[in-house]
Structure formats: structure tokens, C-alpha cells
């Protein structure tokens, strides 16, 4: 099993900027895709980046300029700097990993996992 623990949410001003983390634990074999995914009330989950094992990277329109997404392979983790925030990135931020899990090539699977979310709340 993966686990995945985000942090770093909480409540600021429009212009300030918050990083969020989110680490992987678990019986990992090796990560491929990590993103951010977020929701609004009343809204649908949408991507807000992406970031591939070898390091390319996804935005989503409303986002490019002001967050970059960001891996630190040897922890597991996955970061959002985000900065210039708007009201209207006020949203549950929730990180997604996929890859294999096991311990050894010939049994490892494939797994897919989403972290609890974590709110981000930026007032005007």
C-alpha cells in the first residue's frame, strides 16, 4: 500500500504565495506521474500540474506563471509553490501519485493514489 501526506494549506491574502508538499510512503518501486489536482465547491476536480519522472512538467492555463510544481525523487515528494494567489484559487488541493509498488521488479504493481487534501483559502 501507498500512503500519501500533503501539507502546507491554509488561509492567505490575494498576491501571497503558500507551498504545499505531499510525500509518498509505503511499499514503493518507483514513481512515475506526480500532480496537483484541485476542487472548488460546486465544481469538478481539475489538474493543476503535472510532473513526470523525467522532470517535464504540465499547467494548467489558469495557473502557468504562478505555481510550479516540483519533485524531490529521493523523498518521494511532490511540491506546489504557489505564488501571486487569487480568490480564485480558493479550493481542496489534493496530490496524486502513480507507479509500482513491491519490493522487487518481477512483483511489482501497479498502483494509483490520492492524498486526503489539503485546503487552500485566499482572501480578497
Known amino acids: 500500500q501507498v500512503q500519501l501526506v500533503e501539507s502546507g494549506g491554509g488561509l492567505v491574502q490575494a498576491g501571497g504565495s503558500l507551498r504545499l508538499s505531499c510525500a509518498a510512503s509505503?511499499?514503493?518501486?518507483?514513481?512515475?506521474?506526480m500532480g496537483w489536482y484541485r476542487q472548488a465547491p460546486g465544481k469538478e476536480r481539475e489538474l493543476v500540474a503535472l510532473i513526470t519522472s523525467g522532470g517535464s512538467t504540465n499547467y494548467a492555463d489558469s495557473v502557468k506563471g504562478r505555481f510550479t510544481i516540483s519533485r524531490a525523487n529521493a523523498v518521494n515528494t511532490v511540491y506546489l509553490q504557489m505564488s501571486s494567489l487569487k480568490a480564485e484559487d480558493t479550493a481542496v488541493y489534493y496530490c496524486?501519485?502513480?507507479?509500482?509498488?513491491?519490493?522487487?521488479?518481477?512483483?511489482?504493481?501497479?498502483?494509483?493514489?490520492w492524498g486526503p487534501g489539503t485546503q487552500v483559502t485566499v482572501s480578497s
Open positions: 509505503g511499499s514503493i518501486f518507483s514513481i512515475n506521474d
Open positions: 496524486n501519485v502513480e507507479g509500482y509498488s513491491g519490493s522487487h521488479y518481477y512483483h511489482r504493481r501497479r498502483f494509483g493514489s
